[in-house]
């Protein structure tokens, strides 16, 4: 099984790059998605609720929204209170990604067909050392005003755009000399030149593991 680890900036295309490589034949795991998961579970609610109260709740299912305001931003307070939700998420959606990896693994080890590619679509991959369950990490490289107009239409404001930005730089190291082997992509050109890129990228990647 090979791992691949997703880099970028938030609007870079890690979502795009993602679907790219799961059409190729690699199975995608996807944060969001469990992150998705931990918010229904009852145990993970009543530690939100404890911390933000019942004004991030709509009806029973936390709202993304709401508690994207709670967090995101560039005061003490807010920070602090990003701070803790990843401490209340990151152990559960870390939990069920190592739950999907090894499932896959078990898998490929009962099958006769040949290495499995797995992609990490995890926002703060790095920040959250996921990086080091990598064996290749894909680098996205997007102009800031491309990503910024991808994200404006999205509907996320300039200030919106920012926190996520700082959210994203803290905790980001710049020494990448204990990263694993890592492959650059322009992701701010047109999506034929990006999928010419990730059709190289997946050869290389099918031709290491044959």
């Known amino acids: ?25 690699a199975v995608v ?26 004004s991030v709740f709509v009806g029973s ?9 709670c967090v995101f ?18 152990p559960r959606v870390r939990s069920g990604l190592e739950d999907r990896l090894r499932a896959i693994g078990h898998k490929e080890v009962d099958s006769e067909v040949g290495d499995t590619v797995v992609v990490l679509d995890v926002p703060l991959l790095v920040q959250g050392g996921l990086h ?13 005003s491309v990503r910024h107009q991808r994200l404006a239409v999205r509907g996320l404001s300039n200030a ?13 190291s710049d020494d ?11 992701t701010s050109g047109d999506i034929a030149y990006t999928k010419r890129e990730i059709e190289r990228i997946w050869e290389e990647l099918i031709s290491g593991s044959s």
């Open 176 to 186: 990448t000399s204990s990263f694993p082997s890592i492959s650059t992509v322009d």
């Open 160 to 172: 919106q755009i920012a926190a996520r930005e700082e959210a994203w730089t803290q905790g980001f």
């Open 132 to 144: 080091n369950r990598c064996d290749l990490l894909i680098w996205l490289e997007c102009e800031d």
């Open 73 to 90: 931003g560039s005061q003490p307070e807010q920070k602090n209170a990003l701070k803790d939700l990843e401490e209340i998420i990151h």
């Open 1 to 25: 099984m090979t791992v691949v680890g997703l880099i970028g900036k938030i609007g870079a295309g890690k979502t795009t790059v993602s679907n790219l490589l799961r059409h190729h034949g």
């Open 29 to 54: 795991i996807d944060a969001d998605a469990l992150t998705h998961d931990a918010l229904k579970n009852g145990d993970i609610q009543g530690q939100i609720r404890a911390r933000f109260g019942n």
């Open 61 to 69: 299912e936390v709202d993304r929204s709401l508690l994207a305001e």
